[in-house]
Structures are given as structure tokens and as C-alpha cells.
């Protein structure tokens, strides 16, 4: 792979950011800005009741799938805890597999933007090449990294941990009952 290092003669970010060399769609900092943006990715920046209000919808729309499977291993009538319990985690899947997908993107996109390399390609993947970040952008990344993303991917992490603790709860529950 190749080095290529912008001239040490700009002094601006803007003046490196116009002479780096990496495909304007797999700069780092703009793909932050992109996933931002997007409305899928920017539901993980939002304020605590804009977080989890998608997470307790896809949650209730999980139970027009989760809720007649479960009525059928465990009869709403005769078994009503087994159906609740087993409905109530069958619906966690599809907000899980949500929160994996945020999660996946924001650590991408955090650690293209915290590494002082960025890998790219021109035209396809036989002429891969390595940018190094002059100092001032890396340190811009590194703080983005540090007040932006890694605020988002936390909560992320203690969101699969609320998960993990509800379905361990619902284990209790069920040798309970």
C-alpha cells in the first residue's frame, strides 16, 4: 500500500481537507456527518426520550409477530405468565437486531475516524491506498470520537445490558411460575 502525506505547507483544516487525497464518501469526518444525517443512525443521538421511543415501538410491533407464536406454545387462557414472559422476549429481537445495526455503524465509523491512517480506494479494491491524517485532523477526529461518538456507542452498550438483565429477569420469572 502506498503513503501519500498532503504538503506541511496548509495550514488550515480546510486547505488539508481539500488537497487529501481519500474519495470524498470515505473521508472519516464525512461519514460521521452522513450517518448524522441519516435517520436510522442519527435515532442513536438523540435525546433519551427520542432513543427510546423507536426502541418501544419495534418492541410493541414485535408482538403482532411474537404474540400468536407464543399463544401457540403457551394458551393466553391457561398459561398466561409462560405466554407473557415468552411474548415479551420473542419481541425483544427485532429492536435487538436495530440497536446491533446502530451499534456496528457508529464503532465503524468511530474508529475510521480515531485511527491517524485512512485506508481508501480509488477506483476499486486492487489499488488500495493509506492516508495520513496531518495532526490537526486527527485531533479534530479524536475529540469528535471522544464527545460525539463514544457518548452514542455507550449508551448503545447499556442498552444490550438492560436487554441482557430483562431477559435474565424473564428467566427468574419463568421458574417461578
Not at 429481537?93 to 455503524?105: E, F, I
Not at 496531518?134 to 463514544?150: G, H, K
Amino acid at each position: 500500500m502506498e503513503r501519500s502525506e498532503p504538503p506541511s505547507t496548509q495550514r488550515s483544516i480546510g486547505a488539508k481537507a481539500a488537497r487529501c487525497p481519500v474519495p470524498a464518501e470515505q473521508v472519516p469526518i464525512r461519514e460521521y456527518e452522513d450517518m448524522r444525517a441519516s435517520w436510522f443512525y442519527s435515532w442513536g443521538a438523540k435525546t433519551l426520550r427520542g432513543y427510546l421511543t423507536p426502541i418501544a415501538v419495534l418492541w410493541l410491533l414485535s408482538w403482532l409477530v411474537a404474540a400468536p407464536v407464543a399463544a401457540v406454545s403457551f394458551s393466553p387462557t391457561r398459561e398466561l405468565p409462560y405466554f407473557l414472559i415468552s411474548g415479551a422476549v420473542g419481541c425483544l429481537v427485532l429492536p435487538l437486531l436495530a440497536l446491533m445495526q446502530l451499534y456496528v455503524g457508529w464503532r465503524h465509523v468511530g474508529n475510521r475516524l480515531s485511527k491517524p491512517e485512512v485506508p481508501y480506494e480509488e477506483s476499486g479494491w486492487y489499488d488500495g491506498q493509506v492516508w495520513v491524517k496531518p495532526d490537526d485532523v486527527a485531533s479534530r477526529d479524536r475529540l469528535i470520537v471522544e464527545y460525539q461518538v463514544s457518548p452514542i456507542v455507550r449508551r448503545l452498550q447499556k442498552t444490550f445490558g438492560i436487554m441482557a438483565g430483562l431477559t435474565l429477569l424473564s428467566a427468574v420469572g419463568w421458574q417461578l411460575f
